[in-house]
């Protein structure tokens, strides 16, 4: 279980307390006049009454309906993907609604919801999920936040039987909770746990962030997860007593989104929910409201390990409108506002010396009760003033000269390009999209509309989008940033303290501000490539249906159409070399790489190239793997041949600008500072050295190497490689594949002649685990109540697949009965990982690690219960209910792998070059099938003798200690 993210401050748009209606992802708008007439049909109307007036087209696709309890429902008929489902429980309730000795409580019931109820006993919901194939986690979680609670189940098939027993557990979740003292108590060290795990130093900060924006309110003073000494004083009646008070028929609601006949679904909610007796629905809390008149405020928040941050405020007024069509207008317009200058701000950060790391301007709603418009501003270490000039000059451009329609061509481009993919994709659109469509419905009161309706209604008012009418709408939301609120974060103060960030502040904005200019738009400059490539091998693996195609100049391409998500295409590139070029002499050797993207291509800056796409699915995603460098992209079939020259300007013509190395090291400076700030970022930034005996290239290097790492000497490291190297294409999606053949031979297959087949690497795939198994103490600096307790084997490579998933499988038993045992049973930690990593690159290489993050003073005794488990899962093969737990989401995994484009992607991109993936695959489900309950013993025994783990264990840091 997972708490919400409460606040993220963005490079757009700083705190997501905002309910906004979205611009046209699911929605509509017009101009007044030519837009069709529209009604909201009374039986949603009845559900729904704050969207009665609203008249925007409801999409009836979705099933809505309220029970006679009051308890509402929302279901929606969809089979992307196939044969499966997604079902929620959403509570119209969250922390806010707590009283101050309740702080937490309304997250400790979510945590109850998986102990037990009055037809289930403790922590037999999980179990019987796990024997259905649903894994903790992954397929069963849940989130609380300020306003709601919500409980989601991944149905991994649509069988009736399944669909029933997900939703007798919601309303086991709804109305039946056992609340067991004992039970409490046992959870109550998790939640703790939790609340310890979570206590870094990006907490602290949105602790002291939302005291200074919103004092007093119940965003400042309710936060999830609680106190302390709330949830320790916790017992089964206080949590009862909050639970019965907002669990009611008329808070909730039931979502289904799945390959499922709606009438059927609807019976079924019926039939387990119509009997459902509550009081009425309790009134909302008020949580503040922001204060307008809260102003002229400066703060500083130090950690070592924040980066400096400067977040600049006004409050105003909620101006929150009825989901309608000219409400979306004019949110339309309002979003092309904050595009068009956060595109500025994004410019300036792409020079050479860009004055900042990344800044925004946005604004957004407190809930109902206020609005925030923010300026963030995210420096380089003791360049705040800089930054803060730069970002304040654009903000004040922005308010004096306007938008250019250039600008807002480009954002009206990109717009009508989304929208038109919405509409080509409407038919495979996901559960995940229906479902959080339902939950704006429900908690928002925002229309769902059809894609097909949203591109009507823009393209009737896309000629009226003029700067003045952006600029309009921009400035009726905008709170004037006059005497803000100003907080400053970062690792050291300013000099010269909150004043001179007020001075600061005023001097920018009393100096004058010229206007901007916007430049042109090159056209692009790789749309012609030639003669094209010449076809000499095109053969149709009979397998799984992968078309593999050669070209006379080595490209290998792999072609897999599907009808899986229409109007998308994914597209893959793999050219030999990767971190195989990193040598103990020079480790860093491709350590630049991923960053390539930054430098553009010959003839066009990135950020050129941003405007230059425009209204064009197609973009470079640079990718350092392994054995291998990578792009990888999706596109739309219309946007393949663009996408297919961009990339093979990238092989031909990389830019190596050096204006992605400021950005790099100003990453790498807080990568740096934050090394040791958590134990599992002490530990994994030190894990690699110790387990590889200082091999340089599993080791962070001093701080000083990165720094010397210049574009120009990573052309020197990867250009022979990249140019020459073997090269792989997979394009998997909505495609034609003869005519996809016909594209890639028109650019990919236009390149100088490549080498055949990838290199192997003999000597760059060694990797040892040190012979030492002395025990390590690390050491971190948060918060000293948290440590980390870690145990490492050394297992094998993963070239043979019986040996492979038999570790796979122990890994599953061995998570849920250290889940059991130091979770559920002693209540030590919130998650305890295990994790099997069987090398696909390093010969012989592979480790099995188990960990828990704990309190400082359960070190000895959670080491010892880690111990005592794994010696038991050597001793005696667990049970056959045990086992099945274990492997049905295993199973379940491999039976929906290819119903998606990324199931069909790792398969197909390499499919020439390592074949034996698929037959692997094919493979795979009889083997695990055949697996005993012996076999994972024998693999328990073989791999995880007690004599041969590395033990890591993190401790707060003494010194850090004697500083606090």
């Keep these: 279980m997972q708490l919400r993210r409460i606040l993220a401050l963005s490079t757009a748009l700083a705190l997501p307390f905002a309910c906004p209606a979205p611009l046209f992802a699911q929605s509509a708008t017009r101009e007044a006049a030519g837009a069709p007439d529209t009604a909201i049909p009374g039986e949603i109307a009845d559900t729904f009454p704050a969207i009665a007036e609203s008249d925007l087209p409801f999409d009836t696709e979705y099933r809505v309906g309220r ?90 098939r649509n069988d009736p039987d399944l669909l029933d027993t997900a939703l007798m557990l919601m309303r086991e979740t709804a109305s039946n909770l056992a609340f067991d003292d004992e039970a409490v108590e046992r959870e109550k060290g998790v939640v703790l746990s939790e609340r310890r795990v979570r206590d870094t130093y990006a907490m602290r900060s949105l602790v002291d962030n939302l005291d200074f924006l919103y004092p007093g309110t119940l965003a400042a003073t309710r936060l999830p997860i609680g106190t302390v000494a709330t949830l320790q004083a916790a017992d089964g009646a206080a949590l009862r007593d909050l ?4 669990y009611r028929p008329e808070n909730v609601a039931v979502i289904v989104s799945g390959d499922y006949d709606a009438d059927a679904v609807e019976d079924a909610i019926r039939e387990r929910f119509a009997d459902w007796r509550g009081g009425p629905r309790l009134g909302s809390p008020t949580f503040g409201p922001a204060d307008p008149d809260l102003a002229g405020e400066t703060r500083i928040f130090v950690d070592p390990a924040m980066a400096e941050e400067l977040t600049i405020s006004r409050h105003g007024e909620w101006l929150g409108q009825a989901d309608t069509m000219a409400e979306r207008r004019t949110s339309l317009l309002r979003a092309i506002g904050y595009a068009i200058v956060n595109r500025r701000l994004q410019r300036l950060s792409r020079r050479d010396d860009p004055p900042f790391r990344a800044a925004g301007l946005g604004t957004s709603d407190f809930y109902r009760e206020g609005r925030t418009t923010n300026l963030v501003v995210r420096a380089a270490d003791g360049e705040w003033e800089r930054a803060l000039a730069a970002a304040q000059e654009e903000y004040r451009r922005l308010l004096e000269y306007g938008v250019t329609e250039g600008e807002i061509a480009e954002q009206v481009a990109n717009i009508r390009t989304a929208l038109e993919a919405g509409v080509a994709g409407a038919a495979t659109r996901s559960n995940g999209a229906f479902v959080n469509g339902a939950i704006r419905l429900l908690r928002n009161d925002i229309v769902p509309t059809t894609p097909a309706t949203s591109l009507a209604l823009f393209e009737r008012m896309a000629d009226a989008i003029t700067p003045a009418r952006v600029m309009a709408a ?25 004043s001179a960030l007020r001075s600061a502040w005023n001097a920018g904005m009393a100096g004058t501000v010229a206007a901007g200019d916007a430049g042109e738009v090159a056209d692009f400059a790789y749309a012609d490539w030639g003669e094209p490539g010449t076809v000499v091998s095109d053969t149709l693996d009979e397998r799984l249906g992968i078309r593999k195609v050669r070209f006379a100049n080595g490209v290998m391409l792999n072609l897999k159409p599907t009808d899986l998500d229409e109007d998308s295409v994914s597209v893959a590139v793999n050219v030999d070399g990767g971190s195989m070029l990193d040598t103990r002499e020079h480790p860093l050797a491709t350590a630049l790489f991923s960053s390539l993207e930054s430098g553009g291509l010959g003839e066009h800056t990135r950020d050129e190239l941003q405007s230059v796409l425009a209204g064009r699915r197609a973009g470079l995603n640079m990718i350092r793997g392994t054995d291998t460098f990578g792009m990888s992209a999706t596109t739309t079939p219309r946007d393949l041949e663009l996408q297919l020259q961009l990339m093979s300007a990238a092989i031909a013509d990389a830019g190596f600008r050096p204006t992605g190395e400021a950005q790099y090291q100003r990453g790498i400076d807080n990568w740096f500072a934050r090394r040791f700030a958590t134990p599992s970022a002490s530990y994994s930034s030190q894990i690699g050295g110790i387990v590889s005996d200082g091999d340089p290239r599993f080791t962070i290097q001093p701080r000083e190497a990165y720094a010397g790492l210049t574009f120009a000497q990573l052309r020197d490291d990867v250009i022979e490689r990249w140019s020459n190297g073997a090269m792989e294409v997979a394009i998997v999606g909505d495609i034609d594949a003869d005519e996809t053949v016909r594209m890639v031979a028109a650019t990919l297959g236009t390149l100088p002649q490549r080498e055949t087949a990838f290199r192997p690497y003999d000597e760059q795939r060694q990797r040892g685990f040190t012979a030492s198994r002395q025990p390590r103490t690390l050491y971190h600096d948060g918060a000293q109540d948290q440590a980390l307790v870690t145990m490492t084997w050394p297992s094998r490579d993963d070239s043979d697949e019986r040996a492979s998933l038999v570790l796979e499988l122990l890994q599953r038993v061995a998570r849920l009965e250290l889940t059991d045992t130091l979770r559920e049973d002693l209540g030590q930690t919130y998650s305890p990982s295990v994790s099997a990593s069987q090398s696909h690159f390093y010969t012989g290489y592979g480790t099995f690690r188990t960990s828990a993050a704990v309190d400082a003073g359960e070190v000895e005794a959670t080491r010892a219960a880690m111990l005592a488990t794994l010696a038991s899962l050597r001793d005696a093969p667990v049970d056959e209910d045990t086992l099945l737990r274990a492997r049905r989401p295993m199973l379940e995994s491999y039976d929906n792998a290819l119903d998606t484009n990324r199931g069909w992607m790792g398969l197909a991109a390499r499919a020439q070059s390592e074949s ?12 695990l099938q055949s697996l005993t309950a012996a076999d994972v013993q024998a693999a328990a025994r073989r791999y995880l003798a007690p004599e041969d783990r590395l033990e890591v264990v993190v401790l707060p840091s003494p010194a850090q200690a004697e500083a606090q």
Excluded: C
Aim: glycine share 10%; proline share 5%; net charge negative.
């Design 474 to 498: 921009l400035e009726a939301e905008l709170v004037p940033l006059d005497d803000p609120l100003i907080r400053f974060e970062g690792r050291t103060a300013p000099d010269g303290g909150e």
């Design 916 to 927: 034996e993936r698929i037959d692997r695959f094919l493979a795979a489900k009889a083997i």
């Design 67 to 156: 029970l006679e309890n009051g308890m509402r429902y929302v279901i929606r008929s969809n089979a992307t993907p196939p044969e499966q489902g997604q079902v929620r429980l959403w509570v119209d309730f969250g922390s806010a609604a707590e009283a101050e000795a309740e702080q937490g409580f309304a997250h400790f019931i979510e945590h109850m919801a998986f102990n037990g109820s009055d037809n289930l006993p403790e922590g037999e919901m999980v179990r019987l999920l796990e024997r259905e194939g649903l894994a903790f986690g992954a397929d069963t979680n849940a989130s609380t936040g300020f306003d709601t609670t919500l409980y989601k189940l991944d149905l991994p």
């Design 243 to 246: 639970y019965e008070r907002y």
